[in-house]
């Protein structure tokens, strides 16, 4: 998957047009970030940054941050720094 994430954004995006494709990297994704995508799968606004770091265990920090890097990588997640607003960063799908 890494030969998938360093395509230029147009063409990862061109590729998500094709549902055996998604379906592809869903099945590729570490299993925290599985269960990201399908939390987030129906949710139609970005989510806080902080939102998706409250469903993270004592224990799973590392994971949470291969997760989300992974997925941001991929442009599952589409990362957005609000700078007006005390630099929140938000996610979406």
């Not at 941001?72 to 630099?87: M, S």
Request: proline share 4%; charged share 25%.
């Amino acid at each position: 998957m890494d030969m998938v994430a360093s395509l230029p954004a147009m063409k990862l995006d061109k590729l998500y047009d094709n549902a055996f494709i998604c379906e592809a990297i869903l099945r590729s994704l570490p299993p925290l970030a599985k269960k990201y995508v399908l939390q987030m799968l129906y949710i139609d606004e970005p989510v806080l940054a902080t939102s998706i770091h409250e469903w993270v265990l004592a224990d799973g920090e590392s994971k949470h941050t291969v997760a989300i890097d992974r997925l941001v990588q991929l442009r599952v997640f589409i990362e957005t720094v609000d700078r007006w607003y005390v630099c929140i960063t938000v996610y979406l799908m």
